[in-house]
Nanobody
Framework: EVQLVESGGGTVQTGGSLRLSCTASGFTFDDYRIGWFRQVPGKGRKGVSCITDSDGSPYYADSVRGRFTISSDNAKNTVYLQMNSLEPEDTAVYYC????????????????????WGQGVLVTVSE
C-alpha cells in the first residue's frame, strides 16, 4: 500500500519555525520526487517546493524562497520542509506528494502531475 505520511505541523507565532516531514512507503522512493503543496480554505492547492533531479536546484515558489528549505533523507524515505520566518500568510494545510522521476516537472508545480498524496498537516501561524 502506497503511503505518504506528513508530520510536524502545529501552531507557531509569526517569525517562528517548523519542520514538516513526509515519510513514504509502498513504492520505490528513488523512482519518485517529493514535493510540497499547501491549501487554504476555499482555494486550490498551490505548489510550495519540490525536489528536482539530483543535480538540480530544488524548486521553490516565490512566496517561500529564502525562507523554506526542502531536503531529502533517502535512507529514511523521508523529505523535510524546513520553514523559517513564518508569516500568517503561510497558514494552510500542507500536503506532500510524489511525482515520477521521469516526468518533466512543470513550474509552478501542477498538482495533476503528482501521483501519490499524503493526508495533509495543518500549519497555523498566529500574529
Amino acid at each position: 500500500e502506497v503511503q505518504l505520511v506528513e508530520s510536524g505541523g502545529g501552531t507557531v507565532q509569526t517569525g517562528g519555525s517548523l519542520r514538516l516531514s513526509c515519510t513514504a512507503s509502498g513504492f520505490t522512493f528513488d523512482d519518485y520526487r517529493i514535493g510540497w503543496f499547501r491549501q487554504v480554505p476555499g482555494k486550490g492547492r498551490k505548489g510550495v517546493s519540490c525536489i528536482t533531479d539530483s543535480d538540480g536546484s530544488p524548486y521553490y515558489a516565490d512566496s517561500v524562497r529564502g525562507r523554506f528549505t526542502i531536503s531529502s533523507d533517502n535512507a529514511k524515505n523521508t523529505v523535510y520542509l524546513q520553514m523559517n520566518s513564518l508569516e500568517p500568510e503561510d497558514t494552510a494545510v500542507y500536503y506532500c506528494a510524489a511525482i515520477g522521476s521521469g516526468i518533466l516537472l512543470l513550474r509552478p508545480l501542477q498538482e495533476t502531475q503528482f501521483e501519490y498524496w499524503g493526508q495533509g498537516v495543518l500549519v497555523t501561524v498566529s500574529e
